[in-house]
C-alpha cells in the first residue's frame, strides 16, 4: 500500500524567513509525485507535479524537488499570502488513485 | 463549467439520517473521484469513476455509503443512517482521463452529524 508522511505537521514562519517541508513516501512504480495547496474552507488546488528522482520545479517562491524516497518543498522568504496547509500525494501502481499525506500547515507572520 | 462544483457547501444533519453530497465536474471530464477529509488526516480515496462506471469502490469505508454518476456528468454520493464518524468534509475531484490526470478538486461539503 502507498504510503505519504509529511512533515513537520505545522511550521511558524517570520515573513522572509526560508523553509522547507519534507515528505517521504513508499509507492510501487511512482507515476508521479504531487503538491498541492489547501486554503481554508476550499479544495487542494494544484502546484507541481514531479515525475523521477533529480526533477526540479519552480513557482514563485516555491521549488519542490525530488528524490527516490523524499520530496521538499521549498518556501524562499515567504510571504504572508503563502500561508496554507501543503498538501503531498504520490500516485503509483493504481494510475487513478492519489494517497495524500496528512499535510503541513504554514503560518507566515508578517 | 469552470471549475468543480459540489453542494451543499455545509451540511448538518443528525444521526440516523440520510443525505446526498453533489459533485458537477469540469465540462469533458470523463473521470470523476470522490475523497474524504477528516480533521487532521489526509484526504482518503471512496470511490472512482470513468463516465458512469465505478471500477474501484474499494475506498467506501462501510455499506451506507454509495454513489453514483449519470449522464458521465453529475456524481451524488448517499450516505445512509448517518453516524458521528462520518462527519468530515468531502471532496470531489475530476479530471481528463483516468491516467495520471490532473485531478482538480472542488470546494468541498463540511458534513457534520449531531
Known amino acids: 500500500e502507498d504510503q505519504v508522511t509529511q512533515s513537520p505537521e505545522a511550521l511558524r514562519l517570520q515573513e522572509g524567513e526560508s523553509s522547507s517541508l519534507n515528505c517521504s513516501y513508499t509507492?510501487?512504480?511512482?507515476?508521479?509525485l504531487f503538491w498541492y495547496r489547501q486554503d481554508p474552507g476550499k479544495g487542494p488546488e494544484f502546484l507541481f507535479t514531479?515525475?523521477?528522482a533529480g526533477e526540479e520545479k519552480e513557482k514563485e517562491r516555491l521549488k519542490a524537488t525530488l528524490t527516490k524516497k523524499e520530496s521538499f518543498l521549498h518556501i524562499t522568504a515567504p510571504k504572508p499570502e503563502d500561508s496554507a496547509t501543503y498538501l503531498c500525494a504520490v500516485l503509483g501502481s493504481n494510475d487513478y488513485k492519489l494517497s495524500f499525506g496528512a499535510g503541513t500547515t504554514v503560518t507566515v507572520r508578517a | 463549467g469552470a471549475g468543480v462544483s459540489q453542494s451543499p457547501s455545509n451540511k448538518v444533519t443528525e444521526k440516523g439520517k440520510d443525505v446526498e453530497l453533489r459533485c458537477d465536474p469540469i465540462s469533458g471530464h470523463t473521470a470523476l473521484y470522490w475523497y474524504r477529509q477528516s480533521l487532521g488526516q489526509g484526504l482518503e480515496f471512496l470511490i472512482y469513476f470513468q463516465g458512469n462506471s465505478a471500477p474501484d469502490k474499494s475506498g467506501l469505508p462501510s455499506d451506507r455509503f454509495s454513489a453514483e454518476r449519470t449522464g458521465g456528468s453529475v456524481s451524488t454520493l448517499t450516505i445512509q443512517r448517518t453516524q458521528q464518524e462520518d462527519s468530515a468534509v468531502y471532496l470531489c475531484a475530476s479530471s481528463l482521463r483516468t491516467s495520471g490526470g490532473l485531478k482538480v478538486f472542488g470546494a468541498g461539503t463540511r458534513l457534520s452529524v449531531l
Open positions: 514531479l515525475y523521477s
Open positions: 509507492v510501487s512504480g511512482l507515476r508521479g
